[in-house]
């Protein structure tokens, strides 16, 4: 590659970067922009997650009490309209990935407390602000009218979430930005940055606005490394489901769900009718990224377990792919878009595992920061002008991210197995006071 100039310079070919160089190109035309990608575009979470896409942002009870007061309709305004957002791209730039807005079940579906869990978010979704027509509650026949789950207690209901094949959008978003004009390197990893100029193992580029979008593959970045944690999240696939098999589970309208375990699990109806079925929670000591996960049959079990406690009738069904990757958790439990505007040096993500619908906000924010545009966005209480260190908090050093990771995670693990044991009511009730509920929109605090 040489060494080359381009105004902006963007880490990382996933959803954050490749929004953030189509936002920029669109935008303003004349801006050079390239991409520098290690691997390949949607290599990272970009390409094999869950394909939930959903109008909502991790940690934004947060954003409501940021310091001096926020327009929380705004930050609603703003959150909601990623996916009419993405809607608008898909269309107009002909993007195929297999996009079906059928809404999301967060389901109450294996024991009891899951039921109180549901019921607690759905409270504080109103609470935020949200109404009936954005989050409401379907009781145990109503759950089981959409999805026949293993004990249809209740469900949270959101029209807020889309379905799509991850890397068809990531792939689809790459080459949209290349032929807006925007220089992709791949196999092109950034191995310094200093002074304005980035090096690669084949050349350099040197850009007044350098954007760090690589989220969990942070271990490079000494700055941003103890930011974001890297976390994994793995997945399985059945083989394609009969129309009759399809007929007695029911996702009709490409649904997606979750059941209310303090493990993240998260499932869909995929476009060539296989159940897709994740659950998260693994990290390596010193935050190290992962992204082969053959070799590890046992973890695979764990996630086919939760699916067949879920969806008994699959027990006989083959599943025929499986697969991880690694996102990233944010210190301060909410996700970013932060300019540096005295070095250039911007960021966006955080996004703690929901970055598919978040990566498009974040993304149109940066880029309003970036070209200085007021649309309202860059007044949001993610966007900061400010250095990184100063922006985002540190998670803590090792080895006390190893064990507190460890120790979270395994309180969750004691949790989830009693719960669904049946085990006494007072030691359900003890190890409940570990706080954990179930990932939903707006939830995390
Ligand atoms: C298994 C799994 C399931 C998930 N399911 C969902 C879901 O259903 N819904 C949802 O909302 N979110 C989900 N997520 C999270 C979501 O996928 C991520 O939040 C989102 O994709 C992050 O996008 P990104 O572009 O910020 O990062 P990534 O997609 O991780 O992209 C980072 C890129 O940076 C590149 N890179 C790293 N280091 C360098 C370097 N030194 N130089 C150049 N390039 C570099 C990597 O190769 C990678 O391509 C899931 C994540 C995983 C792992």
């Given at each position: 590659m040489g060494d080359q100039r381009f105004d902006v310079a963007i880490i990382g070919g996933g959803y954050s970067g490749l929004w953030a160089a189509y936002y920029l190109k669109t935008q303003a035309p004349d801006c050079s922009v390239c991409i520098l990608e290690a691997e390949h575009c949607g290599f990272g979470a970009s390409g094999r997650n869950g394909g939930w896409m959903m109008s909502a942002l991790q940690g934004e009870q947060r954003f409501h009490r940021a310091p001096g007061g926020v327009d929380g309709a705004a930050v609603r305004h703003h959150v909601l309209g990623i996916l009419p957002e993405v809607e608008r791209v898909l269309a107009a730039e002909g993007l195929a990935c297999d996009y079906v807005r059928g809404g999301g079940l967060f389901a109450a579906a294996r024991y009891p407390e899951q039921l109180d869990w549901q019921r607690a978010h759905l409270a504080t979704l109103h609470a935020l602000g949200y109404g009936e027509e954005d989050y409401h509650w379907l009781d145990g026949a109503g759950l089981a009218a959409r999805l026949a789950i293993a004990r249809p207690l209740g469900a949270i209901y959101t029209p807020h979430v889309a379905r799509i094949q991850p890397a068809r959008l990531a792939l689809g978003l790459a080459a949209t930005a290349a032929r807006l004009g925007v220089r992709i390197f791949e196999?092109?990893?950034?191995?310094a940055d200093s002074g304005g100029t980035l090096t690669t193992p084949g050349g350099s580029v040197t850009a007044p606005v350098r954007v760090l979008a690589v989220e969990g593959f942070n271990s490079r970045f000494a700055d941003y490394r103890r930011r974001v944690l890297p976390v994994q999240s793995r997945i399985i696939a059945t083989e394609p489901l009969s129309a009759g098999q399809w007929q007695e589970i029911g996702?009709?309208?490409?649904e997606v769900f979750a059941d209310a375990s303090p493990v993240i699990t998260y499932g869909q109806r995929s476009a060539d009718d296989r159940l897709v079925f994740g659950a998260r929670g693994a990290y390596r000591f010193g935050g190290l990224p992962r992204s082969r996960f053959d070799g590890d049959p046992g973890a695979f079990h764990q996630v086919r377990a939760l699916l067949l406690a879920c969806l008994?009738?699959?027990?006989?069904?083959?599943?025929t792919h499986a697969w991880g990757g690694t996102l990233g958790i944010p210190r301060s439990g909410s996700p970013h878009a932060v300019l540096d505007p005295v070095t250039g040096f911007a960021s966006l993500g955080g996004y703690t595992g929901e970055g598919v619908g978040a990566a498009n906000l974040m993304a149109r924010s940066l880029v309003d920061l970036i070209l200085e545009r007021d649309t309202g966005l860059s007044s949001m209480p993610w966007c900061q002008r400010l250095p990184m260190r100063k922006a985002l908090r540190r998670w803590e050093p090792e080895p006390l991210r190893w064990l507190g990771f460890r120790a979270i995670s395994s309180i969750l693990g004691w949790q989830e197995a009693a719960c669904a044991a049946g085990a006494a009511p007072w030691k359900r009730r003890l190890l409940g006071l570990t706080g954990n509920r179930r990932s939903i929109p707006g939830d995390r605090d």
């Open positions: 196999q092109t990893p950034v191995i996702l009709s309208g490409a008994p009738q699959l027990q006989d069904v083959a599943i």
